[in-house]
């Protein structure tokens, strides 16, 4: 949880003061924002100079190709279920006499694309696909017409970054490994036989415009997919254990539900085969209790009752059936014995892979992308790879120094390789706690080990500098993790009628559960947090029972943050030396939007946070704001909103909170703002930086007309699959012990946008697998930023997250924002 700073003060500062109260319509006629051209980005101010020379390689591989390709529009009637099988069905019948013998990519919808043209303009073709067996029930499926109409619709001259080349040899390269591989948005995956859950190994591949030219990335990929098998038998997987109408236990049946949400199955009773159904979850009941929804005859048979009658098939009675749904009901019933898996399914559960060595995870890449040059598509379309990854020229950044409580035997500490601890340390400010209770709903957690673990945990806050009283209010309660939310509001009501006497709240509930259940989580912070405000620490059964100072010391980091203490600073930020932060008073907002999953319901919004400092010139404490928004809205709605109350309207929203709350804590107007943004897709780029722009420039002048701080604006992106790797392996001082890269390796050339300023940070210290950077792309910087400046501020900011003792991957502002949703 993120807490406001507590001291007030008045709004004035530097710039005179602000008014916080109701204002007028705020003017839409912000000359910055007559700047704003769409599609026209940031260009690069320079490369950076600061820390040492550091030569890592990329995944990345220099690309040459013919600058022709002929674009064919097609057209298929009637619209088949596999548009790629009637291709394919035609390649084979006119491939070498009609189409003249042109190998073809077919992006699977309405464009083909071809090296040189075909002997036509226009022509229709007539493709019939031949008979199938219903593999499921073995049944003849008869032979299906179709006509094909392909039309020349466009040649294309010039360069791969134009939009449309962009998407030819995409589908190009795509088109090399189709027949091969099974394709997941941009990854192929090789088929793996057998039953039950399968890692199934692959790579990704995409095309991008680089300061080197045109380059290819590769990465390997790995995802978990079903095989085709009964459901029993993958849910007995799964739990590791029989399914022999035995019921499922609270967190059997949370686990199930997750694992299997959105899997696609056949009901093998129901003579259409072919129908399909989706899964939504598991009941709470089992089927001898459950009534029966495709019962329309109003007699309240359960489930079982209704197998039996219906299809003579005796079912397990204590087991939970499937909640599934299809085009024609919402919600259905369905028992797990009678239903199967029969295509091979992607699933969000995630089997344990043995993390590559980076040196190993190098060579599969460059495995992967040898035979690239001699496949015929490739050859077709003049398309030739470099066949070594790209050496980079980047640098390590120095890291900041941290500065502790002067009380510690050690107040200032340089981290060495992204890692410090609190040995001899205090935390800068020790928070409070002089009212707690602990509730433990992990079973094979015994009373004894429970309190044992609260006692550690009490003295190592003290020993790291917090006030935190002994004893809790009343002794540890074990409960059920079933009946979350009447527990927790009893014993809430237990508490406070020992301490509302006192005129005392809890300041702290220390919760034990018993695995990583995102669910049973999720419930105690919302009933918590919303409920009944109350500050909550949830700690996991295997290191409750393992009780490893390293664990008891980020606990007690993580309970101090959120009871409004500080652990730690930058130096830099103390003695004024923070870029472009230090000489003005600075706000620094980090936000992001999280979605639904699937099977969440059409009606679950879409979450936005925002999270903001509140302090200056340290940048440690933070407030966080959630709002909820339409579904899949990638766009920030609530950052400024007016509101007409009759009188005039009333603005309001995140941003304008968030400054008003920045004013009275530091008692400074903030005249710059840098706003960190969660990544958005690339078509809608443009977009969000319009609207989100326009909203912080909209909050600012709603304050006063004439209050126009500076905007920076910053996107980033996680989730994507460049790869930077050591460039000797041999020398152990260029290296991090895993085999990774420097934490504070930076990389703004070659596999960089040309012009665009964009750079891509490595901040922490990998300790498993293949590091992976984080990109950050300016989208709009009034500030003016110098590459130094940034990516020195960016990094620093990855020192000071306060749940841990190490320098994270991500700028602790946006991983800010993802913890508040």
Request: overall charge positive; aromatic content about 8%.
């Amino acid at each position: 949880m993120v807490r406001k700073n507590k001291n007030r003060h008045s709004s004035g500062g530097r710039g005179g003061r602000i008014g916080s109260g109701p204002s007028s319509t705020v003017s839409c006629s912000i000359p910055e924002l007559q700047k704003f051209v769409p599609g026209e980005s940031l260009k690069r101010p320079g490369f950076v100079s600061a820390g040492e020379s550091y030569i890592v390689k990329a995944n990345h591989f220099k690309l040459t190709y013919n600058e022709t390709l002929c674009r064919y529009h097609v057209l298929i009637d009637p619209k088949p279920t596999s548009a790629g099988d009637v291709m394919i069905q035609l390649a084979k019948l006119y491939g070498q006499s009609r189409l003249g013998g042109r190998l073809r990519a077919y992006d699977g919808k309405k464009s083909l694309y071809t090296s040189r043209p075909f002997p036509f303009t226009c022509e229709a073709f007539k493709v019939t696909l031949p008979d199938q067996e219903n593999i499921l029930c073995g049944l003849p499926r008869g032979k299906r017409h179709f006509r094909v109409q392909i039309t020349l619709d466009k040649v294309l001259f010039g360069r791969i970054d134009s939009e449309e080349f962009y998407q030819a040899f995409n589908t190009i390269l795509r088109e090399l490994f189709l027949g091969r591989y099974c394709l997941v948005g941009r990854s192929f995956y090789k088929s793996q036989p057998g039953e039950g859950l399968k890692n199934c190994c692959g790579f990704y591949q995409r095309i991008q415009n680089t300061q080197m030219g045109i380059s290819l990335n590769i990465d390997i990929s790995c995802k978990p997919f079903i095989n085709p098998l009964p459901v029993i038998n993958l849910v007995a997987l799964l739990l590791n254990r029989d399914i022999s109408d035995d019921p499922f236990d609270f967190c059997e049946r949370l686990k199930v539900s997750k694992d299997l949400c959105d899997v696609e199955v056949n009901f093998t009773l129901e003579k259409n085969a072919d129908k399909k159904y989706r899964i939504t979850g598991l009941t709470s009941q089992g089927s001898s209790q459950l009534p029966c929804p495709c019962d329309d005859s109003g007699t309240g048979k359960t489930v079982v009752e209704y197998f039996k009658e219906t299809y003579r098939r005796t079912i397990w009675s204590r087991v939970p059936c499937l909640k599934v749904r299809d085009q024609e009901k919402p919600t259905t019933y369905l028992p797990m014995e009678v239903c199967e898996i029969s295509d091979a399914k992607q699933i969000s559960y995630l089997l344990s892979v043995a993390c590559q060595h980076p040196m190993d995870h190098e060579k599969t890449i460059l495995q992967t992308v040898n035979p690239y040059n001699e496949d015929p598509h490739a050859k077709e379309f003049g398309i030739t790879f470099e066949n070594k990854l790209t050496i980079v020229k980047g640098r390590v950044l120095p890291p900041p120094v941290l500065k502790f409580n002067d009380q510690g035997k050690v107040k200032e500490f340089l981290p060495k390789v992204g890692k410090w601890n609190m040995r001899l340390k205090q935390m800068v400010k020790g928070g409070e706690v002089n009212t707690w209770a602990c509730i433990n709903f992990a079973s094979d957690i015994t009373h004894a080990a429970a309190v044992a673990f609260c006692d550690e945990l009490a003295v190592m806050c003290v020993i790291s500098g917090m006030n935190f009283k002994g004893d809790p209010v009343l002794p540890l309660v074990n409960a059920k993790p079933n009946h979350v939310r009447p527990f927790l509001k009893k014993h809430y009501q237990r508490f406070m009628e020992i301490l509302r006497p006192l005129h005392k709240e809890l300041d702290l509930l220390i919760v034990i559960l018993p695995d990583k259940n995102g669910t049973l989580y999720g419930d105690i912070k919302r009933i918590c947090e919303t409920d009944l405000g109350l500050v909550s620490q949830c700690c996991l059964a295997k290191h409750v029972l393992k009780m490893k100072p390293q664990y008891l010391t980020n606990i007690a980091l993580k309970i101090n943050m959120k009871v409004g203490g500080r652990n730690t600073v930058l130096l830099d930020a103390v003695v004024g030396n923070l870029p472009r932060v230090s000489n003005t008073p600075t706000i620094i907002f980090g936000a992001d939007v999280s979605h639904p999953h699937h099977g969440e319901g059409r009606s679950s919004p879409s979450i936005a946070a925002v999270v903001a400092s509140q302090d200056w010139p340290e940048v440690t404490n933070y407030a966080g704001l959630v709002r909820p928004q339409a579904r899949h809205e990638e766009i920030i709605q609530g950052l400024f909103n007016e509101n007409d109350c009759g009188s005039g309207c009333i603005s309001g929203g995140m941003i304008k909170e968030h400054l008003i709350s920045f004013m009275r804590s530091t008692g400074h107007i903030p005249r710059r703002i840098i706003f960190y943004r969660d990544v958005v897709s690339k078509g809608r780029l443009n977009m969000v930086l319009e609207h989100e722009l326009s909203a912080i420039k909209k909050a600012c002048a709603s304050l006063d007309p004439i209050y126009n701080p500076q905007v920076t604006i910053i996107m980033v992106q996680k989730q994507h699959h460049t790869r930077l790797f050591a460039g000797n392996y041999g020398v152990g001082s260029t290296i991090f012990q895993s085999g990774n890269v420097l934490p504070g390796t930076v990389v703004d050339k070659e596999i960089c946008h040309p012009t665009d300023f964009d750079f891509y940070l490595c901040s922490h210290a990998g300790t498993k697998g293949v590091s992976r950077p984080v990109r950050y792309h300016v989208l709009w910087d009034e500030n003016n930023f110098t590459a130094n400046a940034l990516q020195i501020l960016t990094n620093h900011l990855c020192y000071t997250d306060a749940r841990c003792t190490s320098s994270v991957s991500i700028d602790h502002i946006v991983t800010m924002g993802l913890f508040s949703l």
